[in-house]
T-cell receptor, first 112, second 113 residues
Framework: GENVEQHPSTLSVQEGDSAVIKCTYS??????FPWYKQELGKRPQLIID?????GEKKDQRIAVTLNKTAKHFSLHITETQPEDSAVYFC???????????FGKGITLSVRP | KAGVTQTPRYLIKTRGQQVTLSCSPI?????VSWYQQTPGQGLQFLFE???????NKGNFPGRFSGRQFSNSRSEMNVSTLELGDSALYLC????????????FGPGTRLTVL
């Protein structure tokens, strides 16, 4: 089955700096890669997703890049703010079903 | 549109008991997936239902089961509870079954004593 790993497990950045979170996956058939943000005590919320027919997608301060050859995808957050502090989960899914395999999550701390 | 709702939000049970959790998807969504979230294992897929049929199942024992009703609402049941079943159980709904965007509910926090 699919295996998704996230690196690093924790990340601390200064407010205003950029943060990059990388995920690797094992199943070359995976073609859907969402990123979820989960604040303490709250539900995971989708922040951005990418499908395998594109290499990059941007939404304001957030971008995701996908390298299918290397089987990794990354979340880029620019101009970080304290409210970006949360646990971020990456996931990978395969075309014909909605089953998602999640990484273990990374705790991002943005220092004011 | 109202978001995904789950009831109850908190449950405390003892070992050996059984529990039923409920999930109401976003209106119009027909796919409901269930996940178990624990600090050590992260988010793990339990199963997915679409049009009242289980379409996918994760690597969990048969004590974990579920069903979906004609209005797309879903329930999951855990029988013979074990201490290790303590977790946040999240359901997520999507419109289609093909790796569509999933929207999570607030979860049910289950504590097994």
């Amino acid at each position: 089955g699919e295996n998704v790993e996230q690196h690093p497990s924790t990340l601390s950045v200064q407010e205003g700096d950029s943060a990059v979170i990388k995920c690797t996956y094992s199943d070359s058939a995976s073609n859907y890669f969402p990123w979820y943000k989960q604040e303490l005590g709250k539900r995971p919320q989708l922040i951005i997703d990418i499908r395998s027919n594109v290499g990059e997608k941007k939404d304001q301060r957030i971008a995701v890049t996908l390298n299918k050859t290397a089987k990794h995808f990354s979340l880029h957050i620019t101009e970080t703010q304290p409210e970006d502090s949360a646990v971020y989960f990456c996931a990978a899914g395969t075309g014909a079903n909605s089953k998602l395999t999640f990484g273990k999550g990374i705790t991002l701390s943005v220092r004011p | 549109k109202a978001g995904v709702t789950q009831t109850p939000r908190y449950l405390i049970k003892t070992r050996g008991q059984q529990v039923t959790l409920s999930c109401s998807p976003i209106s119009g969504h027909r796919s409901v997936s269930w996940y178990q979230q624990t600090p050590g294992q992260g988010l793990q897929f339990l199963f997915e239902y679409f049009s009242e049929t289980q379409r996918n199942k994760g690597n969990f024992p048969g004590r974990f089961s579920g069903r979906q009703f004609s209005n797309s609402r879903s329930e999951m049941n855990v029988s013979t509870l074990e201490l290790g079943d303590s977790a946040l159980y999240l359901c997520a709904s999507s419109f289609r079954i093909e790796t569509d965007t999933q929207y999570f509910g607030p979860g049910t926090r289950l504590t097994v004593l």
